[in-house]
């Protein structure tokens, strides 16, 4: 009984082990392969232009009382990241006298002519110097009017004669936030 026994293991045993030599010698192994192409980064740009770079914005001599001058300059972000801008008044002067306490004779006004926003209102010079006004985010490509109004009070007295004053501008502009870009 124990050499049937012994057949009747031995055959099932046989069978799995003819059977799974099959099997790996078939190759009926199921597989799967991905890939990526290049991954890359490149570095963005920040730059950008002033349509008076280098030049007065606004220039007037012999002005009277009441006279307004206007001149204007466009700002564009010619680069491919957005950027905050800021525009920073780095030296003035401004010998015209005080109209009454705090206010000055000749006025100056800066408007973003393409947002139709207003950034100062006041004393020419009055913007403090060395400190940057903030004018906002742009985009890669945006582009920006800003119109400075200058005037000299119709009231101005005598005393006023011959005075002058000036201005030197900076533009900067900044990187804006990060941001992160899920490409998955």
Do not use: C
Not at 116 to 121: C, R
Not at 135 to 150: K, S
Not at 166 to 181: E, F, L, M, P
């Amino acid at each position: 009984m124990s050499v049937s026994r012994t057949k009747k293991i031995l055959v099932p045993l046989a069978t799995l082990t003819v059977a799974g030599a099959i099997a790996v010698g078939s190759g009926a192994t199921f597989t799967s392969t991905t890939g990526n192409t290049i991954s890359a980064v490149t570095a963005g740009s920040l730059t950008h232009t002033n349509s008076k770079s280098n030049a007065a914005i606004f220039n007037l001599s012999n002005i009277k009382p009441g006279d307004t001058v206007i001149g204007s300059v466009t700002l564009t972000n010619t680069g491919t990241l957005p950027a905050k801008f800021s525009l920073t008044e780095t030296l003035s002067a401004n010998a015209f006298g005080e109209k009454v306490a705090g206010e000055n004779y000749l006025k100056l006004a800066i408007h973003n002519v393409t947002t139709n926003t207003s950034v100062y209102s006041g004393n020419f010079g009055g913007l403090v110097d060395g400190t940057a006004t903030t004018l906002g985010d742009f985009a890669a490509g945006a582009v920006n009017t800003y119109r400075f109004t200058v005037t000299l009070d119709t009231d101005a007295p005598n005393s006023q004669q011959g005075l002058s004053a000036n201005a030197t501008y900076r533009w900067d502009s900044v990187q804006g936030a990060a941001t992160v870009t899920d490409q998955s």
